[in-house]
């Protein structure tokens, strides 16, 4: 046995915690961090990721990435991908970068931007290997549902950034947005739903992922691929004639966004 405060003793793992279920990826001493934070975007045009991260490898985007923890997760058990993670608050990209700049990770920036202005004004075409979207705000209010991000534009703007095998994942706790998700994305995409949870996250690949199962919600989760019978251009023609997303909440997923909301990051 070691004894106390020996030069030998093996320092004490510091693992973050988030309602009880650990956050991927170990907090190192300050000098291992890492700087992940995209501080400005370059004006529009296709972005250059052997530039941003120093290697070529496949790039994943993580949309609406909200504090982060499914990028953690992909970053620290797929070293070999490198992660692009965005969302619109600043607030939670600095929750975000903090815990990928305390764990060390090389892989992962993380950027201050809709979803849709990433894909169209960022993003070449037949670039990138995987889109993840997890629990898109659904905007409940009248005056917001404009700003609901899975629609059919978009959706057309994730089938001309993908790789042609590249891989797209959606989740909600929504029951009216799954429902549009299901008419809409297979028109896009060879879609197939997962009535399971993911086998490597199965307590929850994001925060609001495990504030759903403490609550007994039910999650919907799906992937897909890129339909080669649609060409980026019919794509983009097909979306103009799709309706957008139209649906309503009920009491129990207001509570569950109040509660996030007021349990802080």
């Known amino acids: 046995m ?38 400005k975007l370059p004006p529009p045009g296709p972005l250059d990721f052997k530039e941003m991260f120093g290697r070529e490898a496949p790039v994943m985007l993580d949309i609406g990435c909200g504090n982060g923890r499914s990028t953690l997760a992909s970053a ?35 950027a ?15 670039t990138i290997a995987e889109i993840h979207v997890y629990h898109p705000q659904p905007y409940y209010e009248s005056s917001q549902v404009h700003r609901r991000l899975i629609t059919p534009e978009f959706l057309a703007l994730v089938h001309r950034s993908l790789v042609p095998d590249g891989l797209f994942i959606l989740q909600t706790d929504n029951p009216g947005y799954w429902k549009y998700m299901q008419q809409v994305v297979p028109l896009f995409f060879n879609w197939t739903p997962h009535a399971d949870r993911w086998p490597d996250s199965p307590k929850g690949r994001t925060r609001r992922e495990i504030i759903a199962i ?5 999650v919907f989760r799906g992937s897909g ?26 009491r129990k997923l207001r509570a569950l966004d109040r509660m996030e909301r007021e349990s802080g990051s």
């Open 76 to 110: 620290v058990w797929r070293p070999g991908i490198d992660h692009l993670s965005s969302d619109v608050l600043p607030v939670v990209i600095r929750y975000a970068t903090r815990r990928a700049n305390q764990r060390g990770l090389t892989n992962v920036r993380f």
């Open 214 to 218: 403490k609550q007994s919600l039910p």
């Open 112 to 126: 201050v931007i809709g979803g849709r202005e990433l894909l169209a004004d960022y993003i070449a075409p037949q």
């Open 225 to 250: 691929r890129p339909r080669s019978d649609v060409s980026p251009d019919a794509a983009l023609q097909l979306a103009v004639t799709l309706p957008p997303p139209t649906f309503d909440a009920d």
């Open 2 to 39: 070691v004894p106390p405060n020996s030069p030998f003793e093996r320092p004490r793992r510091q693992i973050e915690r988030e309602f009880g279920v650990p956050v991927p990826g170990e907090i190192l001493p300050r000098e291992s961090w890492t700087q992940t934070a995209v501080k």
